[in-house]
């Protein structure tokens, strides 16, 4: 049984810093890329990094590049999202994915707000 459990969401000052973990098991994690999109109110899920089996490809999103870095731990099965410089426009429910099996977690609340 696949499971995606995030963690480390929050309230956070803009310009504060966030590290979020998705801890990942039920299927063999090294050998699959894994994403973090995230969702605000009202607004479609988006895309906000992804990364390959191996970590050696990441991508983001326009709106994070140079704030947000995502890596992993193949030996731990974890991915995360280091998130910096955080804005107001940040807030959202942050959920990791694997596209190969197209499982989500149920995804970290981060709030950033003065």
């Known amino acids: 049984q696949v499971q995606l459990v995030e963690s480390g969401g929050g309230l956070v000052q803009p310009g504060g810093s966030l590290r979020l973990s998705c801890a990942a098991s039920?299927?063999?994690?090294?050998?699959?890329?894994m994403n973090w999109y995230r969702q605000a109110p009202g607004k479609e899920r988006e895309l906000v990094a992804s990364?390959?089996?191996?970590?050696?490809?990441?991508n983001y999103a326009y709106s994070v590049k140079g704030r947000f870095t995502i890596s992993r731990d193949n030996s731990k099965k974890m991915v995360y999202l280091q998130m910096n410089t955080l804005k107001p426009e940040d807030t959202a429910k942050y959920y990791c994915?694997?596209?190969?099996?197209?499982?989500w977690g149920q995804g970290t609340q981060v709030t950033v707000s003065s």
């Open positions: 994915f694997v596209p190969r099996i197209r499982s």
């Open positions: 039920g299927f063999t994690f090294s050998t699959n890329a």
């Open positions: 990364i390959t089996s191996t970590g050696g490809i990441t």
